[in-house]
């Protein structure tokens, strides 16, 4: 007989009638074989859909090329589906739920003829976790499949867990005829369902990625109590040899890979990597916070890694003798057969094809590598994994940090008073834009925990749900907020980089009591004296402008955080409006 598993995918298998399926394992070994497939049998916009590159400069690493069109995240183009539009909030794009389904069956209907419906069984967090959670997804391309082998546990195991079960995660994908007029990623967190049509794209068709790992597990975590979020989680051990573990919640192009495999400028100070992008937060049998990174993989922004920038990213990439490395639309080095991407060294190849295959030549003021050119690595290559990483009860975690990209105001770090005024500071976060995000440099973009577009319901909720959340255990963590991008004169006041953790490291003595802190409307910040700068060329007087806090500066802030919150309505928590009524009095008094 059977099962529920195998059922589902019959039925997609009759919806999209492909010439054959296939079930992937997950294995080193399947991936070359699906690789080899890619290189001779199946095209994107007419070109194989991998190129092998230098094995002895960058080992079994390979190109892919997506189609020009399919660059990016399509959040124009991604709905979160319930029969009731307030259920999805206005921070997600709505479409009833019966809708959205007979709109994308219709495209679904026979996109698969011939080609191969792979099948990929896969878990979210390591096998033994009561916190993993099992999941299918089918795809018609050998580039996902890949990729997802890279980036979840796929195999045997998966398949063990889901047994005769029908709970589990559900995702239907298919490349369709890449056209932009036919593309669509439904989600349907009720039934634990999403579906994906017209992309070949990594978050738009690895459907482990924000698809169930964010928009469907932050509605699981509603439903069962946990938190899905969209946080790195990096373990800091101080010279005593003691290890603090902390979640941070970063926007895009907020330097989040970089933190979580940050270099210490500080002797004996070492921080150790157990994700770059996605926290599953559950209270543990002690009561206290547990984190797990749900991923087996990074899936980063090439364009700006660099020894200088992200040296253990770096070697991570270059350390592929036993897992197989991904590279999308980068540029092509003809001279070495090596990838290449703006700010990955000084010097610009002679002999190069753009991100399309085309011959880049520099005086046409184009980038050779798109701007959102991808890797995709294991996690098993970085240098800096915790030896944590596969403990199936996660982290015991000691902070939680929120940041953005703010030019002025926003203090180099600050932390709440207590969980809610943190859950406050999470829910006011924002970011300023940049000129590749929007052709405007420096728009403010709000984006709660760095969640905006991730949330697979309505964000009032969601706010009540942290709150809620945190009346279940003990020893809250601490929350702090930072900014290493405050300006003056439009020069950077801080140096970032490896010397943030000058500022791990006050967090750390904050955790440990040793040192005091001074309040201010915005939270508690440091005596300027007791952040670690020897060694820095830093004058005492740009270190106090990182923490000024000016009151006619903070007007429009205050205006614009009302309005953001104003767009929820009476499902808005009224702690928040409280908390918020609290931050304006004391900025204005």
Same mark, same amino acid.
């Given at each position: 007989?059977?099962?529920?598993?195998? +059922?589902?995918?019959?039925?997609?298998?009759?919806?999209?009638?492909?010439?054959?399926?296939?079930?992937?394992?997950?294995?080193?070994?399947?991936?070359?074989?699906?690789?080899?497939? =890619?290189? +001779?049998?199946?095209?994107?916009?007419?070109?194989?859909? !991998?190129?092998?590159?230098?094995?002895? *400069?960058?080992?079994?690493?390979?190109?892919?090329?997506?189609?020009?069109?399919?660059?990016?995240?399509?959040?124009?183009?991604?709905?979160?589906?319930?029969?009731?539009?307030?259920?999805?909030?206005?921070?997600?794009?709505?479409?009833?739920?019966?809708?959205?389904?007979?709109?994308?069956?219709?495209?679904?209907?026979?996109?698969?003829?011939?080609?191969?419906?792979?099948?990929?069984?896969?878990?979210?967090?390591?096998?033994?976790?009561?916190?993993?959670?099992?999941?299918?997804?089918?795809?018609?391309?050998?580039?996902?499949?890949?990729? %997802?082998?890279?980036?979840?546990?796929?195999?045997?195991?998966?398949?063990?867990?889901?047994?005769?079960?029908?709970?589990?995660?559900?995702?239907?994908?298919?490349?369709?005829? *890449?056209?932009?007029?036919?593309?669509?990623? %439904?989600?349907?967190?009720?039934?634990?369902?999403?579906?994906?049509?017209?992309?070949?794209?990594?978050?738009?068709? *690895?459907?482990?990625?924000?698809?169930?790992?964010?928009?469907?597990?932050?509605?699981?975590?509603?439903?069962?109590?946990?938190?899905?979020?969209?946080?790195?989680?990096?373990?800091?051990?101080?010279?005593?040899?003691?290890?603090?573990?902390?979640?941070?919640?970063?926007?895009?192009?907020?330097?989040?890979?970089?933190?979580?495999?940050?270099?210490?400028?500080?002797? @004996?100070?070492?921080?150790?990597?157990?994700?770059?992008?996605?926290?599953?937060?559950?209270?543990?049998?002690?009561?206290?916070?547990?984190?797990?990174?749900?991923?087996?993989?990074?899936?980063?922004?090439?364009?700006?890694?660099?020894?200088?920038?992200?040296?253990?990213?770096?070697?991570?990439?270059?350390? @592929?003798?036993?897992?197989?490395?991904?590279?999308?639309?980068?540029?092509?080095?003809? +001279?070495?057969?090596?990838?290449?991407?703006?700010?990955?060294?000084?010097?610009?190849?002679?002999?190069?094809?753009?991100?399309? @295959?085309?011959?880049?030549?520099?005086?046409?003021?184009?980038?050779?590598?798109?701007?959102?050119?991808?890797?995709?690595?294991?996690?098993?290559?970085?240098?800096?994994?915790?030896?944590? !990483?596969?403990?199936?009860?996660?982290?015991?975690?000691?902070?939680?940090?929120?940041?953005?990209?703010?030019?002025?105001?926003?203090?180099?770090?600050?932390?709440?008073?207590?969980?809610?005024?943190?859950?406050?500071?999470?829910?006011?976060?924002?970011?300023?834009?940049?000129?590749?995000?929007?052709?405007?440099? =420096?728009?403010?973009?709000?984006?709660?925990?760095?969640?905006?577009?991730?949330? =697979?319901?309505?964000?009032?909720?969601?706010?009540?749900?942290?709150?809620?959340?945190?009346?279940?255990?003990?020893?809250?963590?601490?929350?702090?907020?930072?900014?290493?991008?405050? +300006?003056?004169?439009?020069?950077?006041?801080?140096?970032?980089?490896?010397?943030?953790?000058?500022?791990?490291?006050?967090?750390?003595?904050?955790?440990?009591?040793?040192?005091?802190?001074?309040?201010?409307?915005?939270?508690?910040?440091?005596?300027?004296?007791?952040?670690?700068?020897?060694?820095?060329?830093?004058?005492?007087?740009?270190?106090?402008?990182?923490?000024?806090?000016?009151?006619?500066?903070?007007?429009?802030?205050?205006?614009?955080?009302?309005?953001?919150?104003?767009?929820?309505?009476?499902? %808005?928590?009224?702690?928040?409006?409280?908390?918020?009524?609290?931050?304006?009095?004391? *900025?204005?008094?």
């Amino acid at each position: 007989m059977a099962t529920a598993l195998e +059922k589902w995918v019959n039925e997609q298998a009759e919806l999209t009638k492909p010439d054959k399926i296939y079930w992937c394992d997950g294995s080193e070994e399947e991936k070359h074989r699906l690789i080899e497939t =890619g290189k +001779k049998e199946e095209k994107i916009n007419g070109n194989p859909v !991998f190129f092998q590159l230098n094995h002895k *400069l960058w080992p079994n690493a390979y190109l892919h090329r997506s189609h020009p069109s399919d660059v990016a995240r399509t959040e124009h183009l991604t709905y979160v589906c319930y029969p009731e539009k307030e259920d999805a909030g206005p921070n997600n794009n709505w479409m009833g739920a019966e809708e959205a389904k007979a709109k994308i069956r219709k495209l679904f209907d026979g996109c698969m003829k011939g080609r191969t419906m792979y099948v990929l069984p896969y878990l979210m967090g390591h096998p033994d976790s009561p916190y993993a959670k099992p999941s299918v997804q089918v795809t018609d391309i050998s580039y996902v499949a890949v990729s %997802m082998g890279i980036m979840t546990r796929m195999g045997k195991k998966a398949l063990e867990r889901i047994g005769s079960s029908e709970n589990f995660g559900k995702g239907l994908h298919s490349i369709g005829d *890449l056209n932009p007029e036919k593309r669509f990623i %439904m989600h349907f967190p009720r039934e634990n369902l999403v579906q994906s049509i017209g992309s070949g794209y990594g978050g738009n068709a *690895l459907l482990g990625k924000k698809c169930f790992s964010l928009r469907i597990a932050s509605y699981l975590g509603l439903q069962q109590g946990w938190l899905a979020e969209h946080m790195l989680i990096i373990g800091v051990e101080t010279p005593t040899g003691k290890i603090h573990y902390i979640l941070a919640a970063f926007p895009s192009a907020c330097g989040k890979t970089n933190l979580a495999m940050l270099e210490s400028t500080l002797p @004996g100070y070492k921080v150790w990597t157990l994700g770059d992008d996605i926290a599953w937060i559950n209270i543990g049998p002690d009561g206290r916070l547990y984190a797990i990174n749900p991923e087996a993989g990074f899936f980063g922004v090439a364009p700006g890694t660099s020894i200088k920038t992200n040296p253990n990213m770096m070697k991570t990439l270059k350390a @592929g003798t036993c897992y197989t490395t991904l590279f999308t639309n980068v540029a092509l080095n003809l +001279k070495t057969n090596e990838p290449w991407w703006e700010g990955i060294n000084e010097d610009t190849p002679e002999n190069m094809l753009d991100w399309q @295959g085309k011959e880049f030549i520099p005086a046409q003021g184009k980038t050779a590598a798109h701007p959102n050119s991808r890797f995709t690595v294991s996690i098993k290559q970085c240098p800096t994994i915790s030896s944590e !990483f596969d403990n199936p009860a996660g982290v015991p975690i000691s902070a939680i940090i929120f940041g953005g990209k703010r030019t002025q105001m926003i203090p180099l770090v600050s932390e709440s008073f207590d969980w809610i005024n943190g859950v406050f500071s999470g829910a006011r976060m924002g970011s300023e834009t940049t000129a590749a995000a929007t052709n405007k440099v =420096g728009v403010l973009r709000r984006d709660p925990m760095a969640m905006l577009p991730f949330c =697979g319901y309505n964000m009032a909720d969601y706010f009540r749900h942290w709150i809620e959340f945190g009346k279940k255990f003990n020893n809250p963590p601490k929350i702090f907020s930072v900014n290493w991008f405050r +300006k003056d004169d439009n020069e950077f006041l801080w140096p970032g980089f490896g010397e943030n953790i000058r500022v791990l490291k006050w967090i750390i003595d904050r955790i440990e009591e040793k040192v005091g802190a001074k309040e201010t409307p915005v939270g508690f910040i440091p005596d300027i004296n007791d952040i670690e700068t020897s060694g820095l060329d830093i004058p005492e007087e740009n270190l106090k402008k990182l923490f000024e806090i000016k009151k006619d500066e903070w007007t429009e802030e205050i205006n614009d955080i009302e309005k953001f919150f104003s767009r929820f309505g009476k499902r %808005m928590p009224q702690e928040i409006w409280k908390e918020f009524e609290k931050f304006k009095n004391h *900025l204005q008094s």
